[in-house]
């Protein structure tokens, strides 16, 4: 099992930044992969992966502008996002992949105005 906690998400201007945080219930070196996906109407998007030997990916539409990391010893991932837009508007859901299974967390809401 897998617990995890998500903060971070507000509102903020087009151009801000935010950045989010989750924490795990275990060992984050232990898990296979960590992901942020988000929830717009209509669309579900992975958005950044980290693997548990560091090899990160992203969706293209945030290349450039996200980061994702993750601090072992505060069991905690984070997704840093800088120049933001409207259209990242969403719910931000931070996803553990361990064992075959998916662990979610409960969302935390990011939208930016225009």
């Known amino acids: 099992q897998v617990q995890l906690v998500e903060s971070g998400g507000g509102l903020v201007q087009a151009g801000g930044s935010l950045r989010l945080s989750c924490r795990t219930s275990r060992s984050i070196s232990n898990i296979n992969a960590m992901r942020w996906y988000r929830q717009a109407p209509g669309k579900r998007e992975l958005v950044a992966t980290i693997t548990s030997g560091g090899v990160t990916d992203y969706v293209d539409s945030v290349k450039g502008r996200f980061t994702i990391s993750r601090d072992n010893a505060k069991n905690t991932v984070y997704l840093q996002m800088n120049s933001l837009k409207p259209d990242d508007t969403a719910v931000y859901y931070c996803?553990?992949?361990?064992?075959?299974?998916?662990?979610w967390g409960q969302g935390t809401q990011v939208t930016v105005s225009s």
């Open positions: 996803n553990a992949y361990h064992i075959f299974r998916d662990y």
